[in-house]
């Protein structure tokens, strides 16, 4: 065993518009910090601070040491452990901010541990934690979080690593107000028309085809959001407008991230990224909402050992 190890975790896109609670992809940037120290207090998890985000401190409530603590359970409660975090990724922001701690938490327990569990393996504790964010076990942020690249986590079976669609750049905007996840799933409909189903499920299949066909732009044109962006877009501060500056100078597709505020455009080359990113920024510092902006691409890795 370890006695202290240092974890990088990345932020996530959810959902990208054909897969709802299905595919999601991890991001090169942002991403944030997480140290684990071993104690000797079998089975003990305590978080000794938080930087960057007014969250609980108590263990209990906090998905990072719940995930933790689910996973050092599992393994027989060898020890305690004790964690610090620095958030980056601020809760409610539809980048997956409690996915990338609960990845972090349990990628940092398999390495303290050297437990060598395989990275899939680790996604069901991770979901013990995000639980507790959303109330629901879908893994679509935990599982490229924890695995890098972009992943389709089927109803039941092996989650899928796709190629990643090459020449994708992705611009990420960050209103700063708070969406939570739970409230973000009540605005949804219940049922959907044969219809849009149908139609969606072709979008999603045209997209996964694409992905290894190595279409990057193929795969962009699938990315049609039939009946989640439509309901949730009201959440989104300027979504219109934002939409239409981003296809303006060059998104090839585009929408809502996870639950939301934030919003993901995909650009084929840097150009574009950038002068999306220019059109978004001029426009938001007209506002009165603060925001980040990231100019980012697809992460290879998750969540992994840093020091
Ligand atoms: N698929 C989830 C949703 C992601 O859109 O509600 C947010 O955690």
Redesign the pocket.
Known sequence: MKSEVKIWSPATV??LNVG??TLGCALAAPGEIMKLKRIDDPGRVVINCIEGADLDLNPENNVASVAAKSLLNSLGNPCGIEIEIQKTILPGSGIGSSASSAAAAVVGVNELLQAELRLDELIPFALDGEFLA?GAR?A??IAPAIMGGLVLCPPQGAFHVLPVPPNWHIVILHPQVPVR?LE??EVLPVHVSLAAAVEQSAWLGSFVASCFEGDGASAALALKDLYIGPYRSALIPHFDSIREIAMERGARAGGIS??GPSTFWIALNSDDAQSIAEGIQAFMSNTDIDYRLYSTQIAPKGAHLIQ
């Open positions: 959810a959902n709802f609670d959303s879908h679509d942020n996840t973000a799933r996870g639950s």
